[in-house]
């Protein structure tokens, strides 16, 4: 067939009141360069090439991805085709269903209930759903799942991809019976992290019976409509066809339709169905709960509401990729509520999740700290572009478009750097003493101190130490100074006192490398 390309770079304005570990990002192949663009519009044309190479690579007939940055869209492109059989482009209002995307739509319903007051995480969840009570754990001390253990994959239910995926379809009735039968366990709950869909559509049932209300109409009415999401929902159905981009998959060196699937019970797990331009709002939404600050909420769900989505569970995994110098990029991760929580050593902080379905795949993330979302949606079963969507953000990282936000600096903060200069230039902390907290001088004595500071001024010869403090808080942060002979690194902790006082000292001599 020949594939029909388009592109489109829009800026939309976007109201900030706007998968399964398995699929975590992969190391790009091998084609991909690891460039360092210096732009926008540099990163632009490399991104647009890593999706290319992936679309060819894993047979996916269309495409859309997108790229949204303080809360405005800043690139977005489609490729390909959304229908096969009567040839018709992906574009910008493209229905997709987005598979395990949805999960973190049913997490923060979940979230938003206990701000209510109306469930706890911690209660279990058969206080919510009666037909839990009566299953059978598999051991005699296992705990009883609790609601917090449904969201973060710990509730000791075996990894059900690609079967949960069809029981899409199940009937409420059908669903209440397969809880009455109860699930076998893999393993005790609370004992170690495992993706469960069966673990997510109990949720979807927790909300309609705490709601009063199906899930699906819940997350509609209180999340998806407020955040401006007009063409976003289950029931696929009920989408006029011409937009939606319809499945396929690929086998046996050809693409075959996947059937569509009904919204049914599992929907809460994997049901939802939208366009680029919609879940750029939640992307939007989710981005702008970062930083904590004062402020009106404008959001259908209170801003650290949706950090709490964010804060992971107690079962880390590393994670490795190539980095941009063809060298091991070393991270770690954890599932939390709907989202997984994982760091890197180029982008820092990000926040992402897969969806893998028949006829589809997904990948989104955010980088919190950098205020950059990034998403990505296809029409091939199990086909989630992970790989060049991290890559994508790799190199907005690279090229300077999203540099992380700097934290303020506090009076406090202010005070205990300038009494950190003038001990350096004294070489005494006797000259900031009425600044330093009751342990200060208990830990290291004025004398001692005296000592340690003659040394390291000997060491360093003549130091500027103009420049300005980087907080990692509101009470501590580091320094770098220049020096004759090297630098100076180093850091100010305050103590938890009114008015705060220094608790601690640290400077680090780094000498000028010899010729």
Same mark, same amino acid.
């Given at each position: 067939?020949?594939?029909?390309?388009?592109?489109?770079?829009?800026?939309?304005?976007?109201?900030?009141?706007?998968?399964?570990?398995?699929?975590?990002?992969?190391?790009?192949?091998?084609?991909?360069?690891?460039?360092?663009?210096?732009?926008?519009?540099?990163?632009?044309?490399?991104?647009?090439?890593?999706?290319?190479?992936?679309?060819?690579?894993?047979?996916?007939?269309?495409?859309?991805?997108?790229?949204?940055?303080?809360?405005?869209?800043?690139?977005?492109?489609?490729?390909?085709?959304?229908?096969?059989?009567?040839?018709?482009?992906?574009?910008?209002?493209?229905?997709?269903?987005?598979?395990?995307?949805?999960?973190?739509?049913?997490?923060?319903?979940?979230?938003?209930?206990?701000?209510?007051?109306?469930?706890?995480?911690?209660?279990?969840?058969?206080?919510? &759903?009666?037909?839990?009570?009566?299953?059978?754990?598999?051991?005699?001390?296992?705990?009883?799942?609790?609601?917090?253990?449904?969201?973060?994959?710990?509730?000791?239910?075996?990894?059900?991809?690609?079967?949960?995926?069809?029981?899409?379809?199940?009937?409420?009735?059908?669903?209440?019976?397969?809880?009455?039968?109860?699930?076998?366990?893999?393993?005790?709950?609370?004992?170690?992290?495992?993706?469960?869909?069966?673990?997510?559509?109990?949720?979807?049932?927790?909300?309609?019976?705490?709601?009063?209300?199906?899930?699906?109409?819940?997350?509609?009415?209180?999340?998806?409509?407020?955040?401006?999401?007009?063409?976003?929902?289950?029931?696929?159905?009920?989408?006029?066809?011409?937009?939606?981009?319809?499945?396929?998959?690929?086998?046996?060196?050809?693409?075959?339709?996947?059937?569509?699937?009904?919204?049914?019970?599992?929907?809460?797990?994997?049901?939802?169905?939208?366009?680029?331009?919609?879940?750029?709002?939640?992307?939007?939404?989710?981005?702008?709960?970062?930083?904590?600050?004062?402020?009106?909420?404008?959001?259908?769900?209170?801003?650290?509401?949706?950090r709490e989505m964010a804060s992971g569970s107690n079962f880390v995994s590393?994670?490795?990729?190539?980095?941009?110098?063809?060298?091991?990029?070393?991270?770690?991760?954890?599932?939390?509520?709907?989202?997984?929580?994982?760091?890197?050593?180029?982008?820092?902080?990000?926040?992402?999740?897969?969806?893998?379905?028949?006829?589809?795949?997904?990948?989104?993330?955010?980088?919190?700290?950098?205020?950059?979302?990034?998403?990505?949606?296809?029409?091939?079963?199990?086909?989630?572009p992970s790989a060049p969507l991290m890559e994508a953000a790799a190199l907005? &990282?690279?090229?300077?478009?999203?540099? &992380?936000?700097?934290?303020?600096?506090?009076?406090?903060?202010?005070?205990?750097?300038?009494?950190?200069?003038?001990?350096?230039?004294?070489?005494? &902390?006797?000259?900031?003493?009425?600044?330093?907290?009751?342990?200060?001088?208990?830990?290291?004595?004025?004398?001692?101190?005296?000592?340690?500071?003659?040394?390291?001024?000997?060491?360093?010869?003549?130091?500027?130490?103009?420049?300005?403090?980087?907080?990692?808080?509101?009470?501590?942060?580091?320094?770098?100074?220049?020096?004759?002979?090297?630098?100076?690194?180093?850091?100010?902790?305050?103590?938890?006192?009114?008015?705060?006082?220094?608790?601690?000292?640290?400077?680090?001599?780094?000498?000028?490398?010899?010729?």
């Amino acid at each position: 067939m020949n594939r029909r390309l388009l592109s489109a770079a829009l800026v939309l304005a976007l109201a900030a009141g706007a998968p399964a570990l398995a699929q975590a990002p992969q190391t790009p192949p091998a084609a991909a360069p690891a460039l360092r663009p210096t732009s926008l519009a540099e990163a632009i044309p490399l991104i647009d090439a890593g999706f290319d190479r992936w679309q060819a690579q894993a047979h996916a007939p269309g495409l859309i991805y997108g790229v949204v940055k303080d809360g405005a869209i800043i690139h977005l492109r489609m490729a390909g085709q959304r229908r096969l059989e009567d040839p018709a482009p992906v574009e910008t209002d493209t229905l997709f269903r987005i598979a395990s995307m949805s999960k973190a739509f049913t997490a923060l319903a979940i979230l938003k209930l206990r701000d209510e007051g109306r469930l706890s995480l911690d209660a279990p969840a058969e206080t919510y &759903v009666p037909e839990v009570a009566d299953w059978i754990y598999p051991t005699t001390d296992s705990p009883r799942i609790r609601v917090r253990d449904l969201l973060n994959h710990v509730g000791g239910l075996v990894t059900d991809d690609p079967w949960g995926d069809r029981q899409q379809v199940l009937t409420e009735a059908e669903f209440t019976a397969l809880l009455e039968d109860g699930p076998p366990f893999t393993r005790a709950p609370v004992t170690a992290f495992e993706y469960s869909n069966y673990g997510y559509a109990l949720l979807g049932r927790i909300i309609s019976n705490v709601s009063g209300r199906p899930y699906q109409t819940y997350i509609t009415e209180e999340i998806m409509r407020p955040l401006g999401m007009t063409s976003t929902g289950y029931d696929v159905f009920a989408s006029d066809l011409d937009q939606r981009a319809l499945g396929y998959r690929w086998e046996n060196e050809a693409w075959a339709p996947e059937p569509d699937m009904r919204d049914g019970a599992f929907g809460a797990m994997g049901g939802v169905q939208t366009n680029a331009p919609d879940y750029a709002k939640w992307v939007a939404f989710l981005a702008s709960a970062w930083p904590a600050r004062d402020g009106p909420e404008t959001g259908p769900v209170r801003r650290s509401t949706v950090r709490e989505m964010a804060s992971g569970s107690n079962f880390v995994s590393p994670r490795l990729r190539t980095g941009p110098d063809g060298q091991p990029c070393p991270g770690a991760g954890a599932y939390d509520m709907g989202l997984q929580v994982a760091t890197d050593c180029e982008i820092g902080t990000y926040l992402a999740h897969g969806g893998g379905y028949p006829g589809y795949g997904s990948y989104m993330m955010v980088l919190p700290d950098r205020g950059l979302g990034l998403f990505a949606f296809s029409n091939r079963t199990y086909a989630g572009p992970s790989a060049p969507l991290m890559e994508a953000a790799a190199l907005l &990282v690279r090229a300077g478009v999203a540099p &992380v936000r700097t934290i303020p600096l506090s009076d406090d903060l202010a005070a205990g750097y300038a009494a950190t200069q003038a001990i350096f230039a004294a070489g005494d &902390v006797a000259v900031a003493q009425e600044r330093l907290a009751m342990n200060f001088l208990m830990d290291r004595s004025v004398e001692n101190w005296r000592t340690v500071l003659g040394a390291l001024k000997a060491d360093t010869g003549a130091c500027d130490t103009s420049s300005a403090i980087a907080p990692n808080g509101a009470l501590a942060g580091f320094f770098d100074w220049s020096c004759d002979n090297g630098r100076v690194n180093g850091r100010v902790l305050m103590a938890p006192t009114e008015p705060a006082t220094i608790q601690a000292l640290n400077f680090r001599f780094v000498p000028t490398p010899a010729p």
